[in-house]
Each structure stands twice: as C-alpha cells, then as structure tokens.
C-alpha cells in the first residue's frame, strides 16, 4: 500500500523511492506495540512520504515508567504455525536509565501448496529520564524468508486444487531489515518542548522469479539516513508546533540469470525535506486548527554502466494546507468538519512503468519520468461523534477528490506489482458508523460500517485489445460495503470470550467493471477465548478463524492473458497460546 504513510514513533517507515512498507520484513512487529494510531484521509502533517489516503502511527511499548519483569509466549496452530516470543524490562534506575526488549520467532506451511514462511524479529528500547531532558534509543531488526505464493489461481485451478500455487516451490525470497533511531527531548524554560530525532534504515534481500527454463533472482539493498525535529508550545487554549524532517536514500537493484550472470546492476537515489506548522485555537466550546506543509522530493536514476542510457533525474515541491474545527455541542458530543488537500509524487515503478532497470531497449517506451504527473486529493470529512455511560457512537461522512489519480492499471509484473498510471480524474465518496454499547457490565458489543461510493470518471482501458475509453467506472479492489463486529463477554474476572465478523461486498478486480472479473462477496466469523492464571501474570488464549470454513477469496486480479486469478481465504483454523509472565 503505498498511499498510507508509516511511522514508529515518529521515525518514517515507509521506503522512499516505492512509497511502501513491507511488514513481514519485521515478523510480529505489532507484538511490540503499545498503541495503534490510524488517521484516515489526508489526516495531519506527518514524516515521510505523502498520507494519501490515511496514515498509521506505532508506539512501542516504552522503557521508562515500567516495573521490572517480562514473560514468554508459544503458539502452535493450524498449518504448522508455531511462533515463539520473549520479552523483559528492567525498570528506572536511580540514574534515570530503563530499557525494554522482545525478540520473536515464526513459522508456518501456508495453507496454499508450497506457500510457507520463517520470521525473526527483535526491538530493543533504552531511555535515559532527567530532570528536563529525555534520551530515547530504538533498534528494530527483522529477518524474513518465504516460498513464494503472490500469483492467484483461475476457478479451474481451484476446482482440481484448492491448495494450488502457479509458482515453484524453489521460487523464494529473503529479506532482513533494520532501523535506528536516536531521539533527545528537552522542556524549555519557556514552556516550550523541543524534540529532535536522528535515525538509520537497512534493508538487504532477494527474491526470484523462473520463466523456465530460465530462472531469475532480483536483488534489492537499500540505505537511507534521516532526521526530524519539532517544537511545541501551549498557553491560553492555544497550541503551536512546528518541524522539518529531512531523509537522503538511495537503493540498489540488481537482477540475474541463474546460477550467476550478472544482466543489470543500477541504482536509484532520493532525497526529500519537509517543513510543518499546526495551530490550534481553543475559543469557547470550539476548537479550531490549521496545519500547512511544504514538502520537496528529487530523484536520480543511475542506470548500469552498460545501459546505454543517461543519467535522469526529477524534482516535485508540494504545499499542503488542512484545516478544521470541532464543537462541543454539549457534554459527551461533538461535531467537527475539515478540508485538507495534498500531493504525492509517482513511485519508482510508476515511473518505469513496472520495469526494474531502464536500458535502449525499453527507455522509449517508458518515456520521460514527467510522463507520470504527480496526483493530488482534497479530502472533505463531517462527523459527530457522542460517548456515554454505557457506550460511543461516532458517525463521518467524507468526499475525496482526485486529480492525475495514479491508479492501478494493467496485469501484475513478474515482482507482483501493477503498474499505475495517470487516469485523469476519480472521487471516493461515503460514509462510516462506528459505536460501542456494554448493555450489562460483562458484556459488550463493537462494530464498524462502511459504505462508499468510489469512481474512476474517465480513462482509456487495453485490457481487452483495442483502446476503448471508460467512464464511471469502479476503481478495482473497492468494496462499497465493508462491516466488523464483536461481541465480548467476561463471564469470570479471568475469563474472556469474544465472536467477532467481518462482512465484505462484492469488488472488481480491475478497473473495466466487468461482470466476468469480480472478486464475490465474503463474510468470516472468528472467536477468541482467553484465560488468566497465577493472578493474571500467565494466561492460555485459543482462537478460530473462519469457523464458517467460507470456500470464498480474499482477493485477486486479471492476468495479462485476461483470465481472473484469485487469492483463496484459509479453511477453517485454530491457533492455541499459552503465555507465562514474571
């Protein structure tokens, strides 16, 4: 997903020249995560590349301000699951200094043939806590493997396999990344808080891809150095912060014949600079805010010495102004409304046009790099939201514009990815229900809705042969109904049982609105039982999913035959944890 900006506190996630972020780089991150942040829209100025559509913050479990002590976990389950994880702290020292890590280990046969996968991950947090001064240290480090399984499978190959994977049991990859980040907070004399943060980000891996005979491998490496810096004042129901964040990248991709001829070895390079300012007004029940950013990003392609092409490079500047409101119409509820507007420049493989290396033979094709202009949404929201004794509602209506929208286009590359290009106009338009009721005080019930309304208003489609152009037409992969529910119940202060579903409606998998090239409607049940022992310090948790054992998909796409391919749900199964803490 490259239109969700991705932070750990703070530190940007995301790769700068793809926009994205692989999570199974970093095996059971979320193990070690404190808190889950999630902006939808264009949403408030951020690090890193562009909140296009929503933006997700991590907070690690911290060090400092915690007692001493720490716990393990086993897990094994269906499919051959097993996960293995441990984790301490120390505490504060009379010095000040605290420090937290876990380590976790995971892997599974994969429910499709040939699809399993091995994890490592550790994360280490240290803080050092004085008088007005902060020091915090994060190291993030995850290992990776697979057999590769990202090609769907057509309805006959379903029919004879349901486990069936197009690709070769020896088509794997292997991917081991690493973050560091190093951040000084101080409270100023003024009042004032200044919070600055350097870090570093690794990654180093490979995956291949067999057109037999012939068998590739695609190598990937990349390093890029960051730093961040803000300053925040309050005073009389006024908020003011401010900050720049800077990064320089570059990454190397390299790809071969096996067992060792060497076809290409070129290299991207991307820098970028922002700077933020937020103000926020308290005037009687209102609040008001108004946030603008200026952002500049440049890229440089150094292509193999044997090419024979040149050097080319490319530069966009954005301003990226939000503001809104929210009142207090009496206690327990507001309302608020906003408007924001933001660019986001083409990826690298928008730009090459789903290619990896830029050489005499394609470079015409594919084109200047401002062949892909940059897009550019305006995102409208309105809401109220009410909280209670007994529970929360809370109800949004948006409307997201966009222009030059970079849309998903054409059949999967040999990466997996699909190539996007400039389809001139597209709205996204809707409205989300979310609440939560406790009826009795053991009981209580969640969920979410979400219904949308989302069009491409004009592009010219090839899927088919001849150009044919296409207008109101459904942007692939985007259901206009999606629902989640939960029902937890606490029949004993150590016990806890919970059912929860999820609801979606049927999709396109491409952007034609093809009656012949849809993605069916799906509903999974799931539940969870858990248990505490020993005062709560230990606790066993078992989970189902899928207990309806559904025959339906979790996705798909449309090959470059035009056959639909898809992506099958997991059967029916269950996962039993047993945790143990001191």
Do not use: C
């Not at 990859?173 to 973050?179: A, I, V």
């Not at 000084?184 to 005979?213: C, I, Q």
């Not at 925040?232 to 003011?240: P, T």
């Amino acid at each position: 997903q490259t239109r969700l900006n991705n932070t750990l506190a703070g530190v940007p996630l995301n790769d700068i020249e793809d926009q994205d972020l692989s999570f199974a780089n970093f095996a059971d991150l979320l193990g070690g995560v404190q808190s889950v942040q999630v902006q939808r829209g264009v949403g408030t100025s951020s690090n890193g590349t562009a909140g296009f559509a929503g933006s997700v913050n991590l907070e690690s479990r911290p060090a400092a301000g915690r007692a001493r002590g720490g716990g393990a976990a086993l897990q094994w389950g269906s499919f051959g699951a097993q996960r293995l994880s441990g984790e301490g702290q120390t505490g504060t020292s009379a010095r000040g200094f605290s420090a937290f890590a876990r380590a976790s280990a995971l892997r599974t046969n994969g429910f499709r043939a040939h699809s399993g996968l091995h994890g490592r991950s550790a994360l280490v947090n240290g803080a050092w806590v004085g008088d007005r001064d902060v020091v915090k240290l994060t190291v993030l480090a995850g290992l990776f493997a697979d057999t590769l399984s990202y090609v769907g499978a057509t309805p006959a190959q379903l029919a004879q396999n349901r486990r069936f994977n197009p690709l070769a049991p020896d088509e794997r990859d292997r991917f081991g990344q690493q973050m560091v980040a190093l951040g000084w907070t101080r409270a100023l004399a003024s009042g004032a808080t200044v919070n600055t943060t350097v870090y570093r980000n690794s990654a180093l891996g490979n995956y291949d891809w067999f057109d037999l005979p012939d068998r590739y491998r695609f190598n990937l490496q990349h390093q890029w150095y960051g730093v961040t810096s803000t300053v925040a004042r309050e005073w009389a129901g006024v908020r003011l912060q401010g900050g720049v964040n800077a990064n320089r990248y570059w990454r190397a991709h390299r790809g071969y014949l096996q067992p060792d001829t060497e076809l290409y070895d070129n290299r991207g390079h991307k820098g970028d600079a922002s700077g933020f300012a937020k103000l926020a007004v308290v005037r009687g029940r209102a609040e008001w805010f108004l946030d603008v950013q200026g952002r500049w990003a440049r890229f440089r392609y150094q292509p193999d010495e044997n090419a024979q092409v040149a050097s080319r490079a490319v530069d966009w500047a954005f301003l990226n102004p939000k503001a809104g409101v929210s009142v207090a119409l009496r206690p327990g509820v507001r309302a608020f409304a906003s408007y924001g507007s933001t660019g986001r420049e083409p990826a690298r493989n928008d730009l090459f046009a789903g290619e990896d290396d830029l050489n005499a033979g394609n470079v015409d094709a594919i084109g200047d790099f401002r062949r892909v202009r940059p897009e550019r949404v305006g995102d409208l929201e309105l809401g109220v939201s009410a909280a209670g004794g007994r529970g929360t509602v809370a109800f949004t209506a948006y409307r997201m514009d966009f222009r030059n929208d970079i849309a998903r286009i054409g059949a999967p590359t040999a990466s997996g990815l699909v190539p996007r290009r400039n389809v001139g106009r597209s709205v996204r338009q809707g409205v989300e229900l979310e609440g939560t009721w406790t009826p009795v005080p053991r009981v209580t019930v969640a969920g979410h809705a979400a219904w949308s309304d989302n069009r491409i208003l004009q592009f010219t489609d090839s899927s088919r042969g001849a150009p044919r152009l296409l207008r109101n037409v459904a942007p692939m992969l985007t259901p206009r109904f999606i629902t989640a529910h939960r029902v937890t119940v606490r029949p004993a202060a150590r016990l806890e049982t919970g059912v929860e579903g999820r609801y979606q409606s049927r999709a396109f998998l491409d952007n034609t609105s093809s009656p012949d090239r849809v993605l069916p409607d799906y509903y999974t049940l799931d539940a969870t039982g858990r248990g505490a022992l020993a005062g709560g310090r230990h606790a066993r948790v078992v989970r189902g999913q899928n207990l309806g054992n559904t025959q339906k998909f979790g996705s798909g796409n449309v090959s470059s035959s035009g056959r639909a391919r898809y992506f099958i749900l997991p059967p029916r199964a269950v996962y039993v944890t047993a945790e143990v803490g001191y």
